[in-house]
Each structure stands twice: as C-alpha cells, then as structure tokens.
C-alpha cells in the first residue's frame, strides 16, 4: 500500500470508532432520558432555580 492509503484507512478506522462510540452514547442518553416522560419537568430543577427569572445580587470583593 502507499503512504496516502495507509493514512485514508487509519483516517476511515478512527470515524467508525468514533461514530460507535458516539451511537453507544446516545442510546444511552435515550435510555436514561425516557424515565422523566410523565414528570413535566427535569428532576435537576429544584428550589428557587426554577421559581423564574429574579434580580440577580452584586456584592463588592473584600480587601484590596
């Protein structure tokens, strides 16, 4: 094989473990995502976090 053959094929073996690698990820993220369907809402959002927008509160650094 040449140089530039060698290279297309190391390039085409890397995309196809990437691309497995990125398909086990996101029939995992499914997985994990159809449990919430009948919640509303995420479970991650609890408390004043998810109450809306408020004025957010500046305070001035101590010291120097």
Do not use: Y
């Not at 919640?39 to 004043?48: A, E, L, Q, R, V």
Request: proline share 3%; no cysteine; glycine share 12%.
């Amino acid at each position: 094989m040449t140089e530039a053959k060698k290279a297309n094929s190391a390039s085409e073996d890397a995309k196809a473990k990437f691309k497995a690698a990125l398909d086990a990820k996101n029939a995992k993220a499914r997985e994990t995502s159809s449990g919430n369907e009948g919640d509303g809402g995420s479970t991650n959002t609890k408390g004043p976090e998810s109450a809306g927008p408020t004025q957010r509160m500046f305070r001035r650094k101590a010291g120097g």
